[in-house]
């Protein structure tokens, strides 16, 4: 594509701001116009930093977060930022024997899709996490497992864009987008109209909204997220941890009644993130006493020091939830000049460099390293919300 087209970004989050940077690396001038204050209210600053590939399934989605992870260590670099990045590894933490064999058999899958996961014993949990219940039963360790600061993520990623040419609108809301043969032509927003020769759907739980504009149904809805946050502390824990019961859920209906599970990181500056929630309640944003006591009930039960912990503020943001677990990420097929790169739930932070990447080679033309049929925003078409 010629590299004086107008392209639109929809979306200033973690997953916009990557496509713009990338964008502004291969020569393009994208526009990037977002609905809030950038940084403050976007749900790219009401998330942990976790990039756990532990968390991720077997197959495309694994390799693409390993894929990404990669990227890391150069994007800190080319943007001269501190991202905080955080490589020590990450551990999950089994509370039952079920647990312990759905995780063993889990492991098992993504050291065959080329992670590097290894099971551990309960004496070795306890001497990487000596804060951990005494019956913890063991758990499972990765090396690549990686902490980032998505705010300082996010920013440098912005900032860097713009010093490459891109623009962004703040406060600018997308009312509407103008077709004319079957091809994106502008976009309206409450600020006024913006020409577009092609425009990405980067609007992360908003993503259904969007492509509603130009008569494209998908089935993506928001799923909130809450996470309390502990006055700065000492160093207390050596390694981001996750509970067992965040994968085991997805495959035991027993374990889902119990709750989803929890995962708790120490930042750099001392405060503790606990988190998190799983709740469809559109795009409500208040917290709830409910789930506070969700995520304190879940922590206390394997972390029980952090129970007498100070909790200075809890926060909430929403997953873009897809029904596959998979991202939205390409051009749709009924409308030309529309691409999608939303639906990527809980892994925007980890996906984000890859997503970025890609997105920018499918316009320059040039053949991503993954199969993209595996997102096609057409993929549901016709299906419903399965």
Not at 270 to 284: A, C, K, P, Q, Y
Request: proline share 4%; with cysteine.
């Amino acid at each position: 594509m010629p590299k004086n087209k107008k392209i639109v970004i929809i979306g200033g989050g973690i997953i916009g701001a990557s496509i713009a940077w990338h964008l502004c690396k291969s020569g393009y001038t994208p526009t990037i116009v977002e609905k809030e204050n950038l940084l403050e209210t976007a749900s790219s600053s009401a998330c942990e930093g976790l990039m756990f590939l532990q968390s991720k399934k077997p197959g495309i989605h694994l390799n693409m977060a390993m894929a990404s992870i990669k990227l890391y260590d150069d994007l800190e670099k080319e943007l001269g930022v501190d991202l905080e990045l955080d490589k020590r590894g990450g551990l999950i933490i089994i509370h039952s024997q079920r647990e312990m064999e759905i995780l063993t058999d889990y492991v098992k899958r993504q050291n065959e899709s080329g992670a590097n996961i290894e099971m551990i014993d309960a004496k070795t949990i306890k001497e990487m996490v000596p804060q951990v219940a005494d019956d913890v039963l063991g758990g499972s360790f990765s090396r690549d497992d990686s902490v980032v600061n998505p705010l300082n993520l996010t920013h440098g990623l912005l900032s860097g864009a713009v010093k490459k040419g891109a623009t962004i609108k703040q406060n600018t809301i997308v009312t509407d987008i103008i077709l004319e043969d079957g091809a994106v032509k502008k976009v309206i927003t409450n600020n006024g109209e913006i020409e577009a020769d092609l425009v990405i759907n980067a609007a992360g739980p908003y993503g259904a909204k969007i492509a509603s504009m130009v008569g494209i149904e998908i089935p993506l809805k928001p799923r909130k997220g809450e996470i309390m946050v502990t006055a700065p502390q000492k160093k207390v824990l050596n390694y981001p941890l996750m509970s067992a019961t965040y994968i085991a859920a997805k495959y035991d209906p027993e374990i889902a009644k119990a709750g989803t599970g929890f995962a708790v990181e120490q930042v750099e500056n001392g405060n503790i993130l606990i988190g998190s929630t799983r709740e469809f309640v559109d795009f409500d944003s208040s917290s709830t006493i409910k789930s506070i006591q969700s995520i304190s009930k879940g922590i206390e039960k394997t972390l029980p020091g952090l129970g007498k912990l100070k909790i200075i503020r809890d926060f909430a943001g929403f997953r873009p939830y897809t029904p596959d677990g998979l991202p939205f990420i390409g051009e749709h097929e009924k409308v030309k000049g529309f691409f999608f790169a939303c639906g990527h739930e809980g892994d925007g932070i980890t996906l984000c460099a890859i997503t970025g990447r890609i997105v920018s080679e499918m316009i320059d033309g040039i053949e991503p390293e993954f199969d993209m049929q595996n997102f096609n925003p057409a993929r549901f078409d016709n299906q419903g919300d399965k």
